[in-house]
Structures are given as structure tokens and as C-alpha cells.
């Protein structure tokens, strides 16, 4: 059911009795407003003005987050100048910069091959910042680090900043 923007979608069991007439009355019962805020037309203005919050809101550093189970997207938000967690000042980019884009590649292979058994990397050159990446069963995020003398143990800490902020609730080790 698609109602305003919002899409619900029903899994029925293979043997379920599904006819014009049940469809009918879910939709009827999703799509009108039912006085306990839980049809999809009373949840749409709420979700509406929680999205549109948190595409307002800035994001303390540069990422790529990718669910290979939704086959999800995020890439971070960026104001026009912006600051790492560490506190430097750079310019304001959405995800990953024109030349970090092709590491990305190998990173993910690496991440993807089942017989390296790897869940963790962090990737740096002379000159860039570190590219940090984590994989945990279908969930996959790049951390991107500006400025070039940052240490290594710096750059585990935000790793494991950046995971906690933003996956406390999912289990990455």
C-alpha cells in the first residue's frame, strides 16, 4: 500500500487466504484515519517532519553507510564548511570526495571476501585523510577522516565513536 509517500508492505504466508475483499479492508484500514494515530495518514505528517529534521541536520563527519539487506544508502550531511569530530575545519562535502571515491572499491572487496574473514580497515596515504571501514553482517559503513597527520590510534577512537553514535543499537563488533 502506498499512501502519501509512506509504503507499507504486507508478507503473507504462503497458504494465507488472500482475496480482493481482505486487501480491501487492510487498505480501507491503513488509508483512513483511524483516531489512534496509527494509520498510514496520521503517521505520514509526523514521519513527514521527522524526515525532513533529520535531513536538516548536520552530520560531525563525512560517511557512507550501505545495508545490504534494504539496500540502503546513506551518504552524510554536510553544511558548505564543516568540522571533523577532532575539531579541524574543512570544506563541506557529501560523502566521499571525487578521488576517494575508487578506494572505495577495494575496500569493499576486501570487506566482501569470505576468505580474508575481515570486518575492519583503516586505509591511509600521504595525501589524505584515513578511509575507515567496517563490516558486520549485512551492514557495511566508510568513515572518511580529513587531514593528514592524524594518527592511527585517533583514528580507531573516531571508528569506534562514529559506530557507537550511530549503530548503538545494531551489534557491531
Same mark, same amino acid.
Given at each position: 500500500?502506498?499512501?502519501?509517500?509512506?509504503?507499507?508492505?504486507?508478507?503473507?504466508?504462503?497458504?494465507?487466504?488472500?482475496?480482493? #475483499?481482505?486487501?480491501?479492508?487492510?487498505? *480501507?484500514?491503513?488509508?483512513?484515519? $483511524?483516531?489512534?494515530?496509527?494509520?498510514?495518514?496520521?503517521?505520514?505528517?509526523?514521519?513527514? @517532519?521527522?524526515?525532513?529534521?533529520?535531513? *536538516?541536520?548536520?552530520?560531525?563527519? #563525512? /560517511?557512507? /553507510? /550501505?545495508?545490504?539487506?534494504?539496500?540502503?544508502?546513506?551518504?552524510?550531511?554536510?553544511?558548505?564548511? &564543516?568540522?571533523?569530530?577532532?575539531?579541524?575545519?574543512?570544506?563541506?562535502?557529501?560523502?566521499?570526495?571525487?578521488?576517494?571515491?575508487?578506494?572505495?572499491?577495494?575496500?569493499?572487496?576486501?570487506? @566482501?571476501?569470505? #576468505?580474508?574473514?575481515?570486518?575492519?580497515? @583503516?586505509?591511509?596515504?600521504?595525501?589524505?585523510?584515513?578511509?575507515? *571501514?567496517? #563490516?558486520?553482517?549485512?551492514?557495511?559503513? /566508510?568513515?572518511?577522516?580529513? &587531514?593528514? $597527520?592524524?594518527?592511527?590510534?585517533?583514528?580507531? *577512537?573516531?571508528?569506534?565513536?562514529?559506530? @557507537?553514535?550511530?549503530?548503538?543499537?545494531?551489534?557491531?563488533?
Amino acid at each position: 500500500l502506498n499512501s502519501g509517500g509512506i509504503l507499507l508492505v504486507l508478507i503473507f504466508e504462503e497458504r494465507a487466504p488472500v482475496d480482493v #475483499r481482505l486487501l480491501d479492508s487492510v487498505r *480501507a484500514a491503513c488509508t483512513q484515519p $483511524s483516531g489512534d494515530g496509527l494509520s498510514l495518514a496520521e503517521l505520514l505528517p509526523l514521519i513527514a @517532519s521527522q524526515q525532513q529534521e533529520m535531513a *536538516a541536520r548536520e552530520d560531525e563527519c #563525512r /560517511y557512507l /553507510y /550501505y545495508n545490504h539487506t534494504h539496500h540502503a544508502l546513506r551518504l552524510s550531511n554536510q553544511p558548505a564548511t &564543516g568540522r571533523t569530530l577532532l575539531g579541524a575545519g574543512r570544506p563541506g562535502v557529501a560523502g566521499p570526495k571525487p578521488n576517494e571515491r575508487a578506494l572505495l572499491c577495494p575496500l569493499h572487496a576486501t570487506l @566482501s571476501d569470505p #576468505r580474508l574473514k575481515c570486518r575492519e580497515i @583503516s586505509w591511509k596515504a600521504a595525501d589524505r585523510g584515513w578511509i575507515c *571501514a567496517k #563490516r558486520w553482517r549485512e551492514r557495511e559503513f /566508510y568513515l572518511l577522516l580529513d &587531514g593528514t $597527520s592524524t594518527a592511527l590510534s585517533s583514528c580507531q *577512537a573516531e571508528c569506534a565513536k562514529f559506530a @557507537s553514535i550511530h549503530f548503538s543499537n545494531i551489534f557491531m563488533m
